[in-house]
């Protein structure tokens, strides 16, 4: 079984860009959720979405937007880049989310703004 | 204060040793406990969730929570270098699962 894939792995930007990561699930998963990753601040949640709707968000300004298609496949935007946006980006998928969704993360795209 | 505080480390054992990791957290309305292992260049992998207070034993693993405290730990007995990662944990609340930092934690041969 195919685990959660993302795209691209690494990037570079400049200051405001914008940039649009992929997350494709395990197949079968219906919830993706994405996650910024940083020394300073850890493992911190972006948003799920689950069905093609967007069930939950964190704390994060607008400029982080995310969509999900039909097939489950994600992706998220950040659109006016800033250098405190470079990070990990991680997309982690399960069959229902929620309390008993056990996550399953995939390796992540680390973007770098210059 | 952060809903979920963790000592980021970096802890070095030597192999074969008892490992103890450990979490705080601020916020009674978490009701569901995880621990997530993440090696280098990886995303965390899920290692063991509980719901009540009390242990629960996976193999070499043993996760502990005291909801009183507010306080959950991970004990891994003879480490491995293997083992070396760092190790996050989390907790569900309101439809959003919160990480801590993560510790890093390296297995000495």
């Known amino acids: 079984k195919a685990g959660v894939t993302q795209t691209p792995r690494y990037l570079i930007k400049t200051r405001g860009q914008q940039v649009t990561l992929s997350c494709s699930p395990i197949s079968g998963h219906r919830s993706v959720s994405w996650y910024q990753q940083t020394p300073g601040q850890g493992l911190q949640f972006l948003f799920e979405?689950?069905?093609?709707?967007?069930?939950n968000k964190g704390n994060f300004p607008g400029r982080f937007s995310g969509r999900q298609f039909s097939n489950s496949r994600s992706e998220m935007n950040v659109s006016t880049l800033e250098l405190g946006d470079s990070a990990l980006y991680l997309c982690a998928s399960s069959f229902s989310g929620g309390i008993t969704g056990e996550l399953f993360f995939g390796e992540g795209s680390r973007l770098t703004v210059l | 204060q952060k809903e979920v505080e963790q000592d980021p480390g970096p802890l070095s054992v030597p192999e074969g040793a008892i490992v103890s990791l450990n979490c705080t957290y601020s916020n009674s309305a978490f009701q569901y406990f995880m621990w997530y292992r993440q090696y280098s260049r990886k995303g965390p992998e899920l290692l063991m969730y509980t719901y009540s207070s009390g242990n629960k034993e996976d193999g070499r693993f043993t996760a502990q929570v005291d909801k009183s405290s507010k306080y959950i730990s991970l004990f891994i007995r003879d480490s491995q270098p293997s083992d070396s990662a760092t190790y996050l944990c989390a907790m569900y609340r309101d439809d959003k699962i919160i990480f801590g930092k993560g510790t890093r934690l390296h297995i000495l041969p």
């Open positions: 979405y689950f069905s093609e709707t967007q069930r």
